[in-house]
């Protein structure tokens, strides 16, 4: 794909390396020339010195024909404006990386098709890590209305494991959680399992969980450690 990244920042700098490394296309605006001149040396990715604000700039960078704007600025106020002139030259996809949660409905409004909340995610994380240290989340879905999480089965389960259709008859699975799949440690890599599917001590689960899953998982951890 071709991409357009306003900032080069940490976020648009991080994110432009890490696209660059999946083979994507990528243009970043920056209006500081020496973080261009930086970004470039360091990467190799196309940088254009400018304002991402500005619809010449922005023409430059070639707009018209991206795949996807990333808006990384600082401010929501400029993000925003960003948003709105890449919505304004048809671009399909817009990701914004917003501040403040009041932004939200004016993000929708000027295109975005997705909003990643920095204030939420590290609220969520913050209290995550203090409540629930069991549980990593990976990311959320649908601004919070779900969430993606890791957890490793405790050290005491059965050398013979559980199935994954005996685990998931405990009450702490019917609460809004769906299996996206567990870490396969020969092969290194990720695997759906099915109901047959045993899990064993030390197994890495990642699972999709609504709003109330988090705490029921816990609870089923603690449960497991306590019986064995």
């Given amino acids: 794909m071709f991409i357009i990244v306003a900032g080069g920042g940490i976020a648009g700098s991080t994110i432009s390396r890490r696209l660059l490394d999946l083979k994507h296309d990528v243009v970043v605006i920056e209006k500081d020339r020496d973080k261009c001149e930086e970004l470039y040396a360091q990467t190799g990715v196309v940088t254009v010195h400018g304002n991402a ?4 700039v922005l023409q430059e960078a070639g707009i018209h024909r991206a795949d996807a704007a990333l808006a990384a600025l600082y401010k929501d106020a400029d993000n925003l404006t960003f948003a709105l002139l890449a919505h304004s030259a048809n671009v399909p996809r817009i990701i914004v990386k917003m501040r403040d949660p009041a932004y939200e409905q004016a993000y929708l409004m000027a295109g975005a098709s997705s909003i990643c909340d920095i204030h939420s995610m590290f609220t969520n994380k913050v209290l995550n890590e203090l409540e629930s240290p069991k549980i990593k989340i990976i990311t959320e879905i649908e601004q919070g209305k779900a969430q993606l999480i890791m957890f490793e089965l405790p050290g005491n389960l059965p050398k013979q494991g559980i199935k994954v259709q005996d685990m998931v008859k405990d009450p702490a699975f019917a609460r809004d959680c769906v299996f996206a799949g567990v ?6 890599k990720i695997v759906v399992p099915r109901g047959s599917d045993r899990l064993y001590p030390g197994s890495k689960v ?3 969980v609504g709003g109330s899953g988090i705490a029921a998982i816990e609870q089923y951890l603690e449960n497991m450690e306590e019986s064995g």
């Fill in 183 to 188: 870490i396969d440690e020969q092969r290194e």
């Fill in 206 to 208: 990642f699972m999709v």
């Fill in 53 to 56: 604000k500005n619809i010449e």
